[in-house]
């Protein structure tokens, strides 16, 4: 194996890596964007906004799911 095929091998596992990363951040974010639409979706129903304490809940849900960064 040549150098040049080393550094792209070296290359190709760094950026698997990362794109798994990206993957299981994507989910978290998913998830929590999918907590709040229902929440909002069952408030706007009844013509009401989202309440401070929902926001106060994202945000701790955030922090859970370590997507608050």
Excluded: H, W
Aim: one cysteine or more; aromatic letters at 10%.
């Amino acid at each position: 194996m040549t150098d040049y095929e080393r550094g792209v091998e070296q290359a190709s596992a760094i950026y698997k890596e990362v794109i798994r990363e990206y993957v299981a951040d994507n989910a978290k974010l998913l998830k929590l964007v999918e907590d709040m639409l229902d929440c909002i979706q069952i408030r706007a129903a009844f013509g009401r906004p989202p309440t401070t304490e929902m926001y106060e809940t994202f945000y701790k849900r955030a922090r859970e799911l370590g997507v608050d960064e």
